[in-house]
Structures are given as structure tokens and as C-alpha cells.
T-cell receptor
Framework: EAQVTQNPRYLITVTGKKLTVTCSQN?????MSWYRQDPGLGLRQIYY???????DKGDVPEGYKVSRKEKRNFPLILESPSPNQTSLYFC?????????????FGPGTRLTVL | AQSVTQLGSHVSVSEGALVLLRCNYS??????LFWYVQYPNQGLQLLLK??????LVKGINGFEAEFKKSETSFHLTKPSAHMSDAAEYFC???????????FGSGTKLNVKP
């Protein structure tokens, strides 16, 4: 089954404790992206990757890191989480956005930083 | 810079009534525009997209949207609401850099029996 998976689905942590949210897709997509969803703000793009070893900042990259060492995986790293990073996070993948290709979304990771 | 604005964070309609969700865009280049739907506790899925091939775009589940350049709008409609349409709907647009993507703030649709 074609899908984007994220782990963990739920995470409660404390300020400053490094964490990684994993994202994996099995569709051989070149493009992957991370978003955060906050009430009243919709989804905002954190980082995206056009291909292996090619990443760039979205609209809200502060406090986040990403890496793309393999085509299928695109982990999101919070080196020192803070309470304002409490949010619902979505990973998405696509063949590429230049041709208006659909993005496929994972189920989301709900993160709470205390 | 690209952006989208959704008017109305909550819309409530009766089952069988017309659904109209509003989206206006701002774009410095001919836009690709999208509507995504998010059902409770799920990720987003594509409803429909505009890529300049036709101004009236039909999507899944009976939804359609019309691109109006003069009004910079891309409103989503469905002639007859169903209880299963209750969800949050997001309008979205590419950035000038096609790798960037911008979502509106979302509209929650409530369908009353």
C-alpha cells in the first residue's frame, strides 16, 4: 500500500530534550516536506527536500533541522525543543511540485513540549 | 509572494444544502491552486487542483471549484452537503519557488442533520 508513515504518532517531552520524528514513504517520491499545523494558522511549511541531500527552508524553519540521506526517509529533528513547538506535525511526499503533483500526507505526529 | 486567504473559519450547513467555502489568492505568477480536506484525526488528502487547463475543476466526492482570475478567487462548492462532508478544508497555492507551498488557515465545515 502506498503510504507515508510517521513515528511516533504522539509524543510528550520536556524543554531541551532532543527528539526526532521519523517520516518514511514507499512511493519513490523525490519531494518531501514537513509542516506544522496550529489552530487558526492552517499548515505552515518547515522544511522541504527536492531530492537526496537537497533540502531548503520553508516558512517556519527556526528550531528545526532535517536531513535526507535516503530517498524514502526525511526525519525532523528538534535539537532543543521549546513549548512553542507544541503542535501537530505532518510529513508529505510528492513526485515534485513543479507539475502541481499531489502531496501525500502522513497521519500526523502530535507533539507536546512541557 | 504567494498566499491564500480563507474567509470563515467555521461554516455550518444543513444536510442537502449548498456548500460554499471561500478562498482568495495572491500570486505574482500564474498560480497552481489546490483544495485539500482533513477528516478528524487524519492527514490531508487532495480534493482538486487548478493547473490552468480549465477554470472549472471537478474533484472527488462531488466537489468542484472555479478559478476566477478577475476576482483572484478559487471558491469550493458542492450542490448538496452530506454528513460525511464534515471536515476541515484547506485552500493552498505554490510559492514563486514551486517547491514552497502555502496553506490557508482552514475552514471547518459542520453539516447539520
Amino acid at each position: 500500500e502506498a503510504q507515508v508513515t510517521q513515528n511516533p504518532r504522539y509524543l510528550i517531552t520536556v524543554t531541551g530534550k532532543k527528539l526526532t520524528v521519523t517520516c518514511s514513504q514507499n512511493m519513490n517520491h523525490e519531494y518531501m516536506s514537513w509542516y506544522r499545523q496550529d489552530p487558526g494558522l492552517g499548515l505552515r511549511q518547515i522544511y522541504y527536500s527536492m531530492n537526496v541531500e537537497v533540502t531548503d527552508k520553508g516558512d517556519v524553519p527556526e528550531g528545526y533541522k532535517v536531513s535526507r540521506k535516503e530517498k524514502r526517509n526525511f526525519p525532523l529533528i528538534l535539537e532543543s525543543p521549546s513549548p512553542n513547538q507544541t503542535s501537530l506535525y505532518f510529513c508529505a511526499s510528492s513526485l515534485g511540485l513543479a507539475m502541481a503533483n499531489e502531496q501525500f500526507f502522513g497521519p500526523g505526529t502530535r507533539l507536546t513540549v512541557l | 509572494a504567494q498566499s491564500v486567504t480563507q474567509l470563515g473559519s467555521h461554516v455550518s450547513v444543513s444536510e442537502g444544502a449548498l456548500v460554499l467555502l471561500r478562498c482568495n489568492y495572491s500570486s505574482s505568477v500564474p498560480p497552481y491552486l489546490f483544495w485539500y480536506v482533513q477528516y478528524p484525526n487524519q492527514g490531508l488528502q487532495l480534493l482538486l487542483k487548478y493547473t490552468s487547463a480549465a477554470t472549472l475543476v471537478k474533484g472527488i466526492n462531488g466537489f468542484e471549484a472555479e478559478f476566477k482570475k478577475s476576482e483572484t478567487s478559487f471558491h469550493l462548492t458542492k450542490p448538496s452537503a452530506h454528513m460525511s462532508d464534515a471536515a476541515e478544508y484547506f485552500c493552498a497555492v505554490h510559492g514563486d519557488n514551486f517547491n514552497k507551498f502555502y496553506f490557508g488557515s482552514g475552514t471547518k465545515l459542520n453539516v447539520k442533520p
